[in-house]
Every structure is written in C-alpha cells, then in structure tokens.
C-alpha cells in the first residue's frame, strides 16, 4: 500500500541570490513536490510574497505556496529587495498579521529607502526616505509604525539606535528607543532571528553580541 503523504518541510535550497529556491519536499516519500523563489511566508504558511527587480521598477508578487500560482501582484517605481532579518539572509518584512510588507532599497550609507505595501496591493505604497542607515527590524499590525535599527558607524552591529518612524504621519519618532533595564540608548548585537507574538504587541529577539 501506498504511504500516506507526509507532513511538508520547507527548505531554503542553494546559494544566495538568484541561484536560492524555496523547496517543498514530502517528509515521507523525499519527493520534492515543488520549487518557489525565495521570500517570506504569511504567518498561515499559504502565501509567499517575492520581490523581484526589472529596468528600475520591482514587481511584487504573493504566490499561492500549494500551486505556486501567482495569486496577486504589483508593480513600484524604484528597485526594491525583501529585507534581511537574520545573518544568514533569511527575508522578512511582513508585520505579524501578514496584512503589511516593506521593502527596503540599498541605497548605500548615506541615505536608506523603504516602501510599504498592504498584502492584498489594493492601496496606494507609502514612500519612505531617509538621511542615514537604517535597517528593518519590525513592523506593527496596523502598518502605523515602521521600527529601525539606525547604524551610527560602518559596522551596522557595532553601535545603533532603535528607532520608530511614523507611517500615518511620514515622520521619524525623536524618542530613541531605550533599553527598559538600565536607559541605554546606543545598542550593539547581532540579531540572529527573531519571531512575533500572535497578537503583535510584542517582537522577541535573540541577539549576539561577541563582547
């Protein structure tokens, strides 16, 4: 008699970069049942949203992970990439609930670029530009408030602020992010991965700091 399907693993297969797959492979029989581009799943693992870069416009897609069928798409001005969220380039950029998506553009040190889409691309993106570097770290469920490690040096681990900008009202928050023990408004670390509470309230972190 034949196996019962197995439960799916999702594996990230390849090198970085273009040559980098999502494979879906049955636990079970090790059948590779098929094969996505990398990007970054919804929290109920049916949706896969990829960015990809073309003549200087990116095309957003949300793919259907159970068919790879292009569910939905959109098209933005300006090449944007799905954030890093993880030394080994694992990509984020999707707020808790799924329902919101930034995308970051590397601009270099001087001057860092995000957009911000909702998931079922039926608004208009929201433009973010900013002096400095910054790097995604969160994004709340309401897609208000767009949460930002600002470097204040070459090494963006070495020392940073977190930062909060205001996507209602296009501003960046002046309040530095402290850390609640002690104040301390310059941090340092690694962040090795990070995982949202169901309701979003709350982003735990695990950090890395070689000191």
Known sequence: AASAPGDL?????GGKGDTERLAIIDSVSG???RELPPGVTSPD????YVA???GGKTRVRALDIASGQTL???TIDGSYGLPMITPD???GGLSPNGRWLALTADAGHQQTQFVLLDTAFKQPAKQ????GYFLFDGLNNGGTSLFLTESLGDDPTAKYHVRRYDLT?????PNVIVDKLDGTQIMSGARQTAVASKNGSWLYSLYLNPD
């Open 9 to 13: 693993l999702y594996i990230r297969a």
């Open 31 to 33: 059948v590779r049942e």
């Open 45 to 48: 693992w049916t949706t896969l």
């Open 52 to 54: 990809e870069q073309s």
């Open 72 to 74: 939905r798409e959109s």
């Open 89 to 91: 380039s694992v990509m």
């Open 128 to 131: 973010v530009t900013l002096d």
């Open 169 to 173: 009202h296009g501003a960046l928050d």
